[in-house]
């Protein structure tokens, strides 16, 4: 099962993570980033909800905006508690490696940001949709 949603502040990661955790048998896996100019002190918290909550984590960009996609990443990881950790900057990348990588049984998270049709680099909105991508990585759009 894939869930894509739009949690993207500390209590919503943890919800969706603990409401997903009862429904997965397998390993529950969490795609997400944080979005640059932003609240940067949600980073590390994130980070460690994340690996507490988590079986596998997948760091990846989220709308960094004018702000350095390394520093973003560097922040959340502040929190991290485990190194069982995979930072792929490139989202889509990120997606397709948790969706290969997970089992029948598994449950994949894709967090951060839901209906968004966009990813945002600097001043540029390119087109991006975590909804569409999985639908396209799990063979129901053409």
Same mark, same amino acid.
């Given at each position: 099962? @894939?869930?894509v949603d739009y949690a993207h502040t500390p209590d919503a990661l943890?919800?969706?993570l603990s409401a997903l955790r009862?429904?997965?048998e397998g390993r529950?896996? @969490?795609v997400f980033g944080c979005g640059g100019e932003r609240d940067a002190g949600?980073?590390?918290l994130m980070g460690e909800i994340a690996t507490r909550l988590a079986d596998q984590v997948v760091l990846t960009d989220d709308n960094p905006r004018h702000e350095d996609p390394d520093q973003i990443i560097s922040d959340i990881a502040a929190g991290i508690t485990t190194a069982d950790v995979k930072v792929i900057r490139n989202r889509a990348d990120a997606?397709?490696?948790a969706i290969a990588g997970a089992a029948a049984n598994d449950v994949?998270?894709?967090a951060g940001k839901g209906?968004?049709?966009?990813?945002q680099i600097a001043a540029e909105k390119q087109p991006f949709s975590d909804r569409r991508q999985v639908q396209q990585l799990l063979g129901e759009v053409a």
């Amino acid at each position: 099962m @894939v869930v894509v949603d739009y949690a993207h502040t500390p209590d919503a990661l943890s919800q969706a993570l603990s409401a997903l955790r009862d429904h997965c048998e397998g390993r529950l896996w @969490v795609v997400f980033g944080c979005g640059g100019e932003r609240d940067a002190g949600k980073r590390p918290l994130m980070g460690e909800i994340a690996t507490r909550l988590a079986d596998q984590v997948v760091l990846t960009d989220d709308n960094p905006r004018h702000e350095d996609p390394d520093q973003i990443i560097s922040d959340i990881a502040a929190g991290i508690t485990t190194a069982d950790v995979k930072v792929i900057r490139n989202r889509a990348d990120a997606i397709a490696f948790a969706i290969a990588g997970a089992a029948a049984n598994d449950v994949v998270l894709v967090a951060g940001k839901g209906h968004e049709t966009y990813q945002q680099i600097a001043a540029e909105k390119q087109p991006f949709s975590d909804r569409r991508q999985v639908q396209q990585l799990l063979g129901e759009v053409a």
